[in-house]
């Protein structure tokens, strides 16, 4: 899984128990979150991509992207509308449609270059309600630059598509790569909104923080929708979340400099072993070609051999979808020299196993 093995900064527990001493902070919080925290969000925004948003109707917090992301989808798709993903794609993202009743529309993820002109063609073809998508991606790594968005955003005003962009992992990015929002794109916010998480920012996977930004009325239904559901997250986390966005700026670009390093250690080993994955320049995950000679028994099964034979686990590229079948997803969530030995694991099975690649 995309844990993250590392701890929450220090500031941030530390404003978790300072809160929760408050007894004030023990009852029932609002559900579309704290006016500092949707302030603290839209000031991100301000500082990392320029983008203004009114933290009154243009921001609110959910518990995780992927609560926030799944009550979204079942609040503007209508049982029977289509819903475009991009294939291989975050289980959510295909099940949120499946969950509201949608129809799901894959349109194939290979590489960001062409998908735009697929998009284009399920646009105009068959007149999608909704398109979901996300990069730095989970699984493949895939990141793009604001000029997909532009065009994106320019499509899906052309043909009427309301997108939802998963950002999830915006800070953890390497090589100079900036993870762009969809929201810098001039009139975005007339047609999308975005998934802002501290999950994996600040390690916070297990508080369950993150915010939906943009669109207005999505943002409204959202809330509506959220507020019959739940009470909000547990104030004391919303409080330790503005600190962790207002004061711990350093420790997302630290935790990304983790990822950076255990990412050469292991697509370097991999290459070794004539192995060749792509170097992600975002997220924390290596998005591995499974081996010629294993490729035809399926991504299931190679990672059951990995598992048995390696000692390593991977998650099978299936469970992204069909599309991922060819492929197997490492985690980046173990420290250098576990991963040294994983790799290790990985070389002698293959080796044992007729030769490498
Ligand atoms: C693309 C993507 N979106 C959302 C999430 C979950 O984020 P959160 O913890 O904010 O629900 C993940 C976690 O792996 C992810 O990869």
């Known amino acids: 899984m995309g844990n993250p093995d590392l701890p929450t900064p220090e500031p941030i527990v530390s ?74 794609a975050y289980p959510i993202h295909t099940y949120s449609v499946i969950i509201a009743g949608g129809k799901l529309l894959g349109v194939s993820a290979a590489e960001p270059a062409g998908l735009l002109d697929r998009l284009e063609g399920a646009f105009s073809k068959e007149r999608p309600k909704l398109a979901i998508l996300s990069f730095p991606n989970n699984p493949t ?26 950002l999830a992992y915006a800070d953890i990015v390497f090589d100079g790569y900036r993870a762009p929002s969809i929201l810098e794109v001039e009139g975005a916010k007339e047609i999308a909104v975005e998934l802002f998480s501290l999950s994996k920012s600040y390690n916070m996977a297990g508080w369950r923080v993150a ?45 990304a400099e983790v990822y950076r390093a255990r990412r050469n250690i292991l697509v370097d080993s991999l290459a070794s072993m004539g192995w060749r994955a792509e170097k992600p320049r ?3 995950f290596v998005w591995a070609p499974i081996p010629e000679r294993f490729r035809a028994s399926g991504s299931l099964e190679f990672s059951r051999l990995l598992l048995t034979h390696a000692k390593v686990a991977v998650s099978p590229g299936i469970g992204f979808g069909e599309a991922g079948d060819g492929y197997v997803r490492f985690a980046l969530v173990e420290d250098e020299q576990r991963i040294r030995q994983a790799a290790r694991g990985v070389k002698a099975f293959l080796s044992g196993a007729g030769g490498g690649g």
């Open 15 to 88: 404003k978790l128990i300072e809160a929760a001493r408050v007894p004030l902070n023990h009852g029932y919080s609002v559900s579309r979150g704290v006016a500092k925290l949707r302030e603290a969000i839209a000031a991100r925004y301000a500082r990392k991509w320029n983008v203004r948003l009114d933290p009154e109707s243009e921001v609110i917090v959910t518990i995780g992207a992927k609560e926030g992301l799944a009550h979204l989808v079942m609040s503007i798709l209508e049982p029977g509308e289509l819903a475009v993903v991009p294939q291989p």
């Open 211 to 255: 915010a939906c930004v943009g669109n207005p009325a999505a943002i409204a239904a959202l809330t509506r929708i959220k507020s019959y559901l739940d009470y909000g997250v547990f104030q004391p986390i919303q409080l330790a979340a503005v600190v962790a966005l207002d004061d711990c700026g350093d420790a997302a670009r630290e935790i």
């Open 282 to 284: 975002g997220g924390m």
């Open 141 to 166: 790594g895939a990141c793009v630059d604001l000029n997909f968005f532009e065009e994106l955003v320019a499509l899906a005003r052309r043909f009427g598509v309301f997108v939802v962009h998963d």
